[in-house]
Each structure stands twice: as C-alpha cells, then as structure tokens.
C-alpha cells in the first residue's frame, strides 16, 4: 500500500514541472516547425510537383510519377563521377577532420602558456564564421589568371602563368585544404573542450609515477577522449552523402573545366534545378536522407561490436 501511495504521488505534476516544460517549450516548437513538419514534403519525391498556387493543393493534386524523380540520379552519364566525389572527398574529410583537429588540440592543450593557446585558438576558429562567398573572392583574388597573386609569383620567378580554373589536377588539393582550414577551429574546440574537463590528478598521479608527456597523453588524454572522437566520426559518417555546397560550387566558381573534381550531388541538385521539376531535387534529398540514415547506423553498428561503451546507441 505504501509504495503504491508513492507511486501515486510521483505521478502528479508539480511546479518544476512546469517550469521546466515551459523551459523546453520553444525548442520543441522549433522541433515540430522545421524538423517533423518538413517530412510532409517526401511526398513530393513520388510526385510531378508543379507550383502554380497553393502548396498544400497542389501536392494533393499532382499526379504521383513513382520513380521517375530517382532516375536522373542513377541514368544520368555523370552519375558515377558525381558519387565518386561525393564520398571520395568525404572519406578524406572524416579522416583529417579528426586526425588533425585531435592533434593540434593536444598541442595547444599542452602548452604552458595559457594567453598563445588562447590567441592560437582563436586565430584557428576565425575562418569558420567566414562566408563561403567571401572565400571564393578571397580565392579569386590569388588565382586569378590576370591579376591573381600566385600568377604575380610565377611570373617574377621566371615561370609561365597558370590559368588556375581550367586545370583540373589542382582542385582537388585546393578543395581538401579549404575544408580542413574552415573547420579546423570548430573540431579542435571540442576535442579541447574534452581535454579541459579531464580530471588533473590522473596527470598529478602520471607525473609522480614518471611518465612522459607522450605517456601521459597515450594512456590518459586519448582515452578520456576516445568518446567524443567516436562520436564526432559516427556524427560525420552519416552525412557522408552531403557536401558543403559553397566549397564545391562557389569557391570554384562553377567553372566546367572543373566538372569532373568538383561536382557532386548537391551541386548537381542545384543545376537540375534550373531545368527540372522541384520532384527531383526533392528525390535527392530523399536519397541522401535515406543512405545518411543507413551509414550512421552501420557506422554505429561497427562501433558497437568493437567498442559497446563507445557506441551512441
């Protein structure tokens, strides 16, 4: 009798209740607005979706297409290109979007000086607030064919001009290199978010026993941090079928020499878009939503049966 009694009267709202529900109240609207909400749209993937008033109408009445939206995606001549970019670049950025960002946040978390981490960091994570279009110009700006200072370079040093946006075998190297230095600032504050909040005894009691600064960090920081490096490379698998749309059309400025390096599917989305119906641009996402959703369970699944307390679920 007494424990149902208990039972009962932890079933019955309170007012931290309802603070708390109030708290989450915004964020759960924000939630149903532009997450669930949206997911109405996947029909428009089966549809011939024609815009001519209203949305809701005219979904209903569009007559259903099945796959055909799908096809461009596959039939298409390029389609092996385009998926090999998209998951060849996104196989190198998943690797030194963690190897690299890991190692310099280990570097300046091991610095005496507190005041240059802080300017280092600071100077790293500058560039991610920056616009892909101001990059682009910034960019343009180097190697322009006429004017670009790396051109300027060339020249004075007794070599011959290169017209950057007609050579093909640079771009990916280009593209690569600008995504890493994009987001190098954002990685590296988690991982040294994860080294801050690592208990200093574990170092105290290293230190008394002798061991080195590679000691230390091979038997202590790596593994406390082992967690969040799982769960950012889980987090990065399952959009392994997106790519940065600026970085792939903006900063090479959507010049057709470079089709073959630097288009992939959302690229290819937004030139369909200029001729196709919004059905198609609505089965690519579709597809990238599906496969994303199957590779970070996949990834999650790999994770589990080598590591289960490293796995998210």
């Known amino acids: 009798m007494k424990k149902a009694r208990s ?27 532009f997450c669930f909400l949206p997911m109405f749209g996947i029909i428009i993937a089966f549809k011939d979706f024609k815009i001519s008033g209203g ?17 461009f995606l596959f039939k298409s001549n390029d389609a092996w290109i385009i998926i090999r970019n998209t998951l060849g ?27 240059a981490g802080k300017i ?31 051109n300027q370079m060339l020249i004075q040093m ?37 080294i801050t909040g690592i208990d200093s005894t574990y170092y105290e009691a290293a230190v008394i026993d002798g061991a080195s600064i590679w000691q230390q960090t091979k038997y202590i920081t ?22 940065d749309f600026g970085l792939f059309y903006q900063v090479p400025r959507d010049s057709n020499s470079l089709f073959n390096v630097t288009t992939t599917i959302d690229v290819l989305v937004y030139k369909q878009l200029k001729t196709a119906t919004v059905g198609m641009a609505s089965a690519a996402a579709f597809v990238q939503s599906v496969m994303g959703c199957l590779t970070i369970l996949l990834a999650n699944w790999i994770v589990r049966r080598i590591d289960p307390d490293s796995a998210m679920m």
């Open 158 to 194: 007794g070599s011959e001009a290169v017209n950057w946006y007609m050579e093909p075998k640079y771009w990916p190297y280009f593209l690569v290199f600008m995504n890493i230095w994009k987001g190098l600032g954002y990685g590296m504050v988690v991982y040294l978010a994860t």
């Open 222 to 243: 790596l593994p406390m941090m082992k967690l969040v490096i799982v769960m950012m490379f889980i987090l990065a698998v399952g959009r392994i079928f997106y790519t």
């Open 7 to 33: 039972r009962r009267k932890g079933t019955r709202w309170r007012k931290q209740d309802t603070e708390l529900t109030l708290l989450a109240l915004p964020t759960t609207i924000w939630y149903i607005l």
């Open 89 to 115: 670049y996104n196989l190198i950025f998943i690797i030194l979007n963690i190897v690299i960002p890991v190692t310099l946040a280990l570097m300046i978390g091991h610095l005496h000086n507190r005041k």
């Open 120 to 150: 280092y960091q600071t100077m790293m994570f500058l560039p991610y607030f920056l616009s892909w279009v101001v990059i682009s110009a910034v960019i343009w700006a180097f190697l322009s064919f006429d004017k670009g200072i790396a």
């Open 55 to 71: 949305f809701l109408s005219n979904v209903f009445k569009s007559s259903w297409s099945g796959f055909k939206n799908f096809e």
